[in-house]
Structure formats: structure tokens, C-alpha cells
């Protein structure tokens, strides 16, 4: 399958978790100044809503998606419409599932992200007690979307090492590892192959890690 046949990648979904998708890729465009995923919601009761996904939020009734349906972001016009009487969901730019949303911020290097890696080794060295290599994979995808994610993802990856070996007992397991190899892939994925831990950061908005899933992770390896 081609990279570029973006239909060829799509998966359904009920509304509610696309729209929870399209929230957080929203989420990422905005802090870049770029328009929140645009939608199209038809009601059960035959109304038709277009605008752009903002958040999804559950209260005592179920799951409320608000929507900008006008306005600026000063003085935007929002529309709260409740997920269980969404009878279908159209998607004006459906790529935003499947890769992740191009945004502003210059492309990282490769040359940088190694930079970026080795000033980030003695961050690591100082967490554990111990020297603990810290490498970009070769094999990873680091195209301009694997090096965003790489990047992004690097900050993360020295937050959660350190905090596992806040303790004795997580410094003791961090023992069994010489090397932390980083990567990317579409979703990501962790990995151990011997004494190596290798983290591919995921590309897609919507499959980042966040301290707890990466620790989560993590640990189930150690």
C-alpha cells in the first residue's frame, strides 16, 4: 500500500472517538497557530452541523463534543452537541488520521537530533548513576514527521527515566539496560532487544505518549 493512499489507511470508528482523535490533533495545530480539524456532524434529528472539533468532555448525560461554528478565537461561536446523537461524522481533511498534522516548526536535522541526543546522555548519565548510552536508531523512519516526533517525544523519554529511578528498587532495574535507542514509527512502539530499550516515538497526534503510558510501558520491560 502506498504511503500516499490515505484511504487505503483509514479505520471506522464511532463518532465519540474520532472526534476525540480530531481533539487532540486540534489541540497540537493550535499551539502552531494552524485551524482545528473542520467536521461535519449530522444529527439524528436531521440537522446538519459544520465547524471545527475543539474538545470532547463527558458530564452526567454522556459525551459533549464542542464545535466552533463561527466567529474568531476571541469571540468564537461554539455549538455543544451531545455524541449520542451523532448519526455520522464526516471529516473534511481525513489525512489528520493517518499522518501526522504538518505544522510550522522548522524540520529538525538529523545532525540536530543527534546533537540534541548526545546533550541529553549526560541528563540521563546523572538520572541513573551511571553512564547509559543514547542513540538515534538508523533503522527508524526519520523522514520530516519521524524527526518532529523524535524530537518531541526526547524531553518526555529523560522525564520518565528519571522518575523511574527516583527509587532503589527502579534504579536496580534500570541495570539491565546499557543502551536506549530512539526512533519513530507511525503509532510508536517500546521494545527491548537484549540490554537495549528502544522507543519509537509515534508520528500520529492522536498515538503520543504521555508520562504515564511511556512509563507504563517501560516498566513492563524492566
Excluded at 439524528?44 to 478565537?73: C, H, M
Excluded at 514527521?145 to 524530537?151: C, K, P
Excluded at 534500570?174 to 516515538?201: F, H, M, P, Q
Aim: with cysteine.
Amino acid at each position: 500500500m502506498s504511503p500516499d493512499d490515505v484511504l487505503g489507511q483509514l479505520a471506522g470508528a464511532a463518532p465519540r472517538k474520532l472526534l476525540e482523535d480530531l481533539a487532540r490533533i486540534g489541540a497540537a495545530l493550535a499551539k502552531n497557530d494552524r485551524p482545528r480539524p473542520e467536521v461535519e456532524l449530522f444529527l439524528t434529528s436531521g440537522q446538519l452541523i459544520k465547524g471545527r472539533i475543539v474538545s470532547v468532555a463527558d458530564d452526567r448525560q454522556g459525551a459533549i463534543a464542542l464545535v466552533q461554528v463561527g466567529g474568531s478565537t476571541r469571540a468564537p461561536a461554539v455549538t455543544f452537541v451531545r455524541c449520542d446523537q451523532i448519526a455520522a461524522l464526516g471529516v473534511v481533511d481525513a489525512s489528520l488520521l493517518v499522518r501526522a498534522p504538518t505544522v510550522d516548526a522548522p524540520v529538525p536535522s538529523k545532525l540536530e537530533l543527534n546533537r540534541q541526543i548526545a546533550a541529553k546522555a549526560d541528563d540521563l548519565a546523572s538520572a541513573v548513576g551511571r553512564k547509559l548510552a543514547l542513540w538515534l536508531g538508523g533503522a527508524s523512519e526519520l523522514d520530516d514527521d519521524g524527526r518532529r516526533a523524535i524530537v518531541a517525544a526526547l524531553p518526555l523519554v529523560i522525564e520518565v527515566i528519571t522518575a523511574i529511578a527516583g527509587d532503589e528498587m527502579g534504579k536496580e532495574a534500570l541495570k539491565s539496560l546499557e543502551t536506549i535507542e530512539l526512533g519513530s514509527a507511525t503509532s510508536g512502539e517500546v521494545y527491548k532487544d537484549g540490554k537495549k530499550l528502544v522507543i519509537r516515538a509515534p508520528k500520529l497526534v492522536t498515538e503520543q505518549y504521555t508520562h504515564a503510558t511511556l512509563r507504563r510501558a517501560i516498566e513492563k520491560l524492566l
